[in-house]
């Protein structure tokens, strides 16, 4: 177990995959930043891999004080046991007081490996993180400066905040696209710690047989304008309908994962709890009840129009524009309407 | 050569089905109107380890940690094929996060012969996805997260494709091993008729307990004897689930419940879902076309 150290550094876990960054990681630098600064210490990454000193300099005009790169040829490629063996040895060195991880599928594979071995809590899939005091009524003792941890949970039914005030450090993961990316800033220098790691063969627990890399078919979070249809769309032929008004406007097609498990279109295409977290500027739901976990991953955008037959559909609840009829009418004069004036 | 696998299963309150009826009033949802499953992709593991068995050959055995009332899926894996089910139930338990969860359960696997630890990936009402990974620490094993397909099993190796968000991977690990298994690994096969007639009246202790206490005895002695033959005959039949307590599995209680769990919750809160300044817009050519003219004029599209 490890001791409470209210000296230690922001720590964020810098997840690359052949040389590359994940966005995610550098989406966490900017929330990194501003809880480093709230407690007036460092924030610092962590870098694993083999031949990976070059990303350094990016990580610091994102926003980093200090990298602590460990390199070595057997950590070429991420492994749960030998890159949760580097963090575990890292941390009981340094006593960081706070260790993020981007909740992808490396840190959520990650990330429980570490916390279940140095005995800390972990929090999975965090929507926002920050600063504050816990009071324990029962010892009358006031916990300053913890990391509060806000996820959803329940289905995202409730919001739960979450803090650990007695074993540190304090870890989350958080969800992918929900912090914004910090402007780079290239003037910007970091301090680079070298640690020698104690790799052995047998630390690689997984023989990679082969890895087969596919994008996504369509970037949801950098969209600036999402058409998204729901089971109400009826048909993989009717979603016809949100591919045209979605290309009329230069948007991206999404869908909730009702319309995704009917087969209505790609899951790649799936907003919401257990798909992509988006905020664009405008989302247009249509056929979409409003299914809490649909909304969890799309109630952030800035503009939301909701076009459904049924006028108390959820939906509505978030919706800026409420359009109540017919998406088989409404869907096309949209689509003429937007061709006509744009 | 045959394997034995270990499925750890969870009863999770249906969060998916959050309709009309579960929401109070004031728009938060009535937990208490939802009902208890199985959770889904614990069914997908339990499909993975049924599969292993019928090509390879072993058992098949289910793990949970619960109330008495978490007895419900273990006999519904029962239906399904699994040949022996373990209920994990302590009032110590509780308040348990998922570190303390996954040192609980890693204390009844120790228990037992295995080749094989599967989970779901995740469970619907905490969505965390971590007692998987902590469990594989716990037993210090290796562990294959987000499992699509089971490729090959032989001479004491284990080869699978996980997921990696971006694409696919496929890897292979020394067992015993720990696999956590998403939902399009497989269609969970459907209970079998037969081994439903079997095991529905399959019980656990403590489901005999309340039974008898429910019957109306209420002379403790008597009350007691009369579970011992309850269960006595039960076990005859191959039809007493196990029931494991802490000081069976010889846990050590600085690691469990409330004490073993390091995160604690703040505050919670009920999410609602507040309307926001919105427009209605009639479904006619003419609003709509003005719709879109107010948003080309605030930048929002064009």
Same mark, same amino acid.
């Given at each position: 177990?490890?001791?409470?150290?209210?000296?230690?550094?922001?720590?964020?876990?810098?997840?690359?995959?052949?040389? *590359?960054?994940? !966005?995610?990681?550098?989406?966490?630098? &900017?929330?990194?930043?501003?809880?480093?600064?709230?407690?007036?210490?460092?924030?610092?990454t962590?870098?694993?891999?083999?031949?990976? !000193?070059?990303?350094?300099?990016?990580?610091?005009?994102?926003?980093a004080?200090?990298?602590?790169?460990?390199? #070595? %040829?057997l950590?070429?490629?991420?492994?749960t046991?030998?890159? *949760?063996?580097?963090?575990?040895?890292?941390?009981?060195?340094?006593?960081?007081?706070?260790?993020?991880?981007?909740?992808?599928?490396?840190?959520?594979?990650?990330?429980?490996?570490?916390?279940?071995?140095?005995?800390?809590?972990?929090?999975?899939?965090?929507?926002?993180?920050?600063?504050? #005091?816990?009071?324990?009524?029962?010892?009358s003792?006031?916990?300053?400066?913890?990391l509060?941890?806000?996820?959803?949970?329940?289905?995202?039914?409730?919001?739960?905040?979450?803090?650990?005030?007695?074993?540190?450090?304090?870890?989350a993961?958080?969800?992918?696209?929900?912090?914004?990316? %910090? !402007?780079?800033?290239?003037?910007?220098? *970091?301090?680079?710690?070298?640690?020698?790691?104690?790799?052995?063969?047998?630390?690689?627990?997984?023989?990679?047989?082969?890895?087969?890399?596919?994008?996504?078919?369509?970037?949801?979070?950098? &969209?600036?304008?999402?058409?998204?249809?729901?089971?109400?769309?009826?048909?993989? !032929?009717?979603?016809?309908?949100i591919?045209?008004?979605?290309?009329?406007?230069?948007?991206? %097609?999404?869908?909730?994962?009702a319309?995704?498990?009917?087969?209505?279109?790609?899951?790649?295409?799936?907003?919401?709890?257990?798909?992509?977290?988006?905020?664009?500027?405008?989302?247009?739901?249509?056929?979409?009840?409003?299914?809490?976990?649909?909304?969890?991953?799309?109630?952030?955008?800035?503009?939301?129009? *909701?076009?459904?037959?049924?006028?108390?559909?959820?939906?509505?609840?978030?919706?800026?524009?409420?359009?109540?009829?017919?998406?088989?009418?409404?869907?096309?004069?949209?689509t003429?309407?937007? @061709?006509? @004036?744009? | 050569?045959?394997?034995?696998?270990? =499925?750890?299963?969870?009863?999770?309150?249906?969060?998916?089905?959050?309709?009309?009826?579960?929401?109070?009033?004031?728009?938060?949802?009535?937990r208490?109107?939802?009902?208890?499953?199985?959770?889904?992709?614990?069914?997908?593991?339990?499909?993975?380890?049924?599969?292993?068995?019928?090509?390879?050959?072993?058992?098949?055995? =289910?793990?949970?940690?619960?109330?008495?009332?978490?007895?419900?899926?273990?006999?519904?894996?029962?239906?399904?094929?699994?040949?022996?089910?373990?209920?994990?139930?302590?009032?110590?338990?509780?308040?348990?996060?998922?570190?303390?969860?996954?040192?609980i359960?890693?204390?009844?696997?120790?228990?037992?012969?295995?080749?094989?630890?599967?989970?779901?990936?995740?469970?619907?009402?905490?969505?965390?996805?971590?007692?998987?990974?902590?469990?594989?620490?716990?037993?210090?094993?290796p562990?294959?997260?987000?499992?699509?397909?089971?490729?090959?099993?032989?001479?004491?190796?284990?080869?699978?494709?996980?997921?990696?968000?971006?694409?696919?991977?496929?890897?292979?690990?020394?067992?015993?091993?720990?696999?956590?298994?998403?939902?399009?690994?497989?269609?969970?096969?459907?209970?079998?008729?037969?081994?439903?007639?079997?095991?529905k009246?399959?019980?656990?202790?403590?489901?005999?307990?309340?039974?008898?206490?429910?019957?109306?005895?209420?002379?403790?002695?008597?009350?007691?004897?009369l579970?011992?033959?309850?269960?006595?005959?039960?076990?005859e039949?191959?039809?007493?689930?196990?029931?494991?307590?802490?000081?069976?599995?010889?846990?050590?209680?600085?690691?469990?419940?409330?004490?073993?769990?390091?995160?604690?919750?703040?505050?919670?809160?009920?999410? =609602?879902?507040?309307?926001?300044?919105?427009?209605?817009?009639?479904?006619?050519?003419?609003?709509?076309?003005?719709?879109t003219?107010?948003?080309?004029?605030?930048?929002?599209?064009?």
């Amino acid at each position: 177990m490890i001791d409470v150290n209210t000296n230690g550094e922001v720590w964020i876990f810098a997840e690359q995959r052949e040389g *590359a960054l994940a !966005e995610t990681s550098l989406e966490l630098m &900017s929330k990194g930043r501003q809880l480093a600064d709230t407690l007036g210490v460092e924030l610092c990454t962590v870098l694993i891999g083999s031949g990976v !000193e070059k990303l350094c300099e990016k990580l610091a005009h994102y926003g980093a004080d200090k990298v602590y790169l460990i390199e #070595d %040829p057997l950590l070429e490629r991420y492994q749960t046991t030998s890159y *949760a063996k580097v963090i575990d040895e890292l941390i009981h060195e340094y006593h960081p007081q706070i260790m993020l991880y981007g909740a992808t599928s490396c840190g959520r594979d990650l990330a429980p490996r570490v916390a279940s071995a140095i005995k800390a809590g972990l929090t999975a899939d965090c929507t926002d993180l920050q600063i504050g #005091d816990h009071e324990v009524k029962k010892t009358s003792t006031t916990y300053k400066n913890l990391l509060f941890q806000i996820r959803t949970a329940f289905g995202g039914n409730i919001i739960a905040t979450i803090i650990n005030y007695d074993r540190w450090p304090q870890m989350a993961t958080v969800r992918e696209g929900v912090m914004p990316m %910090p !402007e780079p800033d290239t003037s910007r220098k *970091a301090e680079v710690v070298k640690v020698k790691a104690k790799m052995t063969a047998a630390d690689l627990a997984l023989e990679i047989i082969r890895e087969h890399h596919q994008e996504k078919k369509v970037n949801l979070k950098a &969209s600036r304008i999402i058409v998204a249809g729901g089971a109400g769309v009826g048909s993989k !032929e009717n979603f016809k309908l949100i591919w045209d008004l979605a290309h009329s406007l230069g948007a991206s %097609p999404g869908a909730t994962r009702a319309a995704v498990d009917l087969g209505y279109i790609d899951r790649d295409h799936q907003v919401g709890q257990t798909g992509t977290t988006v905020r664009p500027s405008l989302y247009i739901a249509a056929g979409i009840s409003g299914a809490i976990q649909h909304q969890a991953g799309m109630s952030e955008s800035k503009k939301i129009i *909701a076009i459904n037959n049924d006028p108390d559909a959820p939906i509505f609840n978030v919706a800026h524009y409420k359009i109540v009829g017919d998406l088989n009418e409404v869907l096309p004069m949209l689509t003429k309407a937007i @061709k006509e @004036k744009v | 050569m045959p394997y034995n696998c270990v =499925v750890m299963i969870k009863q999770v309150p249906d969060t998916k089905r959050v309709t009309g009826q579960a929401m109070n009033d004031d728009g938060t949802v009535n937990r208490a109107a939802l009902p208890a499953i199985f959770n889904p992709e614990d069914l997908n593991a339990l499909e993975l380890a049924l599969e292993i068995k019928d090509q390879y050959g072993g058992t098949v055995t =289910v793990i949970t940690m619960g109330l008495p009332a978490a007895s419900e899926v273990l006999r519904e894996a029962l239906y399904r094929g699994a040949d022996s089910a373990i209920l994990v139930t302590d009032r110590r338990c509780a308040a348990s996060d998922t570190l303390a969860t996954s040192y609980i359960i890693s204390c009844a696997v120790k228990k037992l012969d295995y080749d094989i630890v599967l989970c779901g990936r995740q469970a619907i009402d905490g969505d965390t996805a971590q007692v998987g990974p902590q469990l594989a620490e716990k037993l210090e094993i290796p562990q294959i997260t987000y499992v699509e397909k089971l490729i090959h099993l032989n001479n004491g190796s284990i080869s699978a494709r996980r997921s990696i968000g971006a694409g696919w991977q496929e890897v292979k690990a020394g067992l015993p091993a720990l696999l956590t298994v998403v939902d399009e690994a497989n269609e969970p096969r459907v209970p079998a008729a037969k081994k439903l007639m079997k095991y529905k009246k399959a019980r656990t202790r403590a489901e005999v307990e309340k039974a008898v206490r429910e019957a109306g005895s209420n002379d403790d002695s008597k009350t007691a004897k009369l579970v011992e033959t309850q269960c006595k005959a039960l076990d005859e039949k191959g039809l007493l689930i196990k029931q494991w307590d802490l000081d069976y599995l010889e846990a050590d209680m600085q690691w469990c419940g409330r004490d073993g769990s390091p995160t604690k919750v703040h505050r919670i809160q009920s999410v =609602v879902l507040e309307a926001k300044g919105s427009k209605e817009v009639a479904p006619t050519l003419e609003a709509i076309t003005e719709m879109t003219h107010e948003l080309i004029e605030e930048h929002t599209i064009g």
